[in-house]
């Protein structure tokens, strides 16, 4: 094999394995937007309101996140009648505590949408 052949080869080699590390590092690939069910598909207001008073607690650790972070119930479509839990946050790096609060809990009993302040 040549020498300019394995120059090409290891510099090709070194920008796969770098955008590999770059994508991870820093989520290229993934969406950081967050999609609740459809809206036919969305709890009554009082469900959610029930269903947020139902773990209080949990709604409490959520907005200790950090100072942007809030926990209400929200109308995201044009139906006044379908609602949600919706949590507010002003950075990703509370999203992600917000996300694995959600994770690692018993949740809402109602479907919940991240939003971004």
């Known amino acids: ?25 820093y989520g290229f690939g993934s969406s950081s937007t967050d999609a609740h069910p459809p ?3 969305l709890p009554s207001p009082a469900e959610a309101s029930a269903g947020l008073a139902g773990n ?27 609602a949600l839990i919706q949590v507010d946050y002003g950075s990703s790096d509370e999203r992600e505590a917000v996300r694995r609060l959600l994770a690692a809990g018993t949740g809402f009993g109602v479907p919940v949408h991240l939003v971004e302040r």
Do not use: W
């Open 39 to 41: 809206c036919e598909q």
């Open 56 to 82: 209080q607690r949990l709604a409490d650790e959520i907005k200790g996140v950090g100072g942007e972070v809030a926990v209400n119930v929200g109308t995201p479509c044009d139906d006044p009648n379908r």
């Open 1 to 25: 094999m040549r020498t300019v052949s394995k120059i090409v080869i290891g510099v090709v080699a070194v920008l796969v394995v770098g955008g590999g590390v770059a994508a991870a590092a």
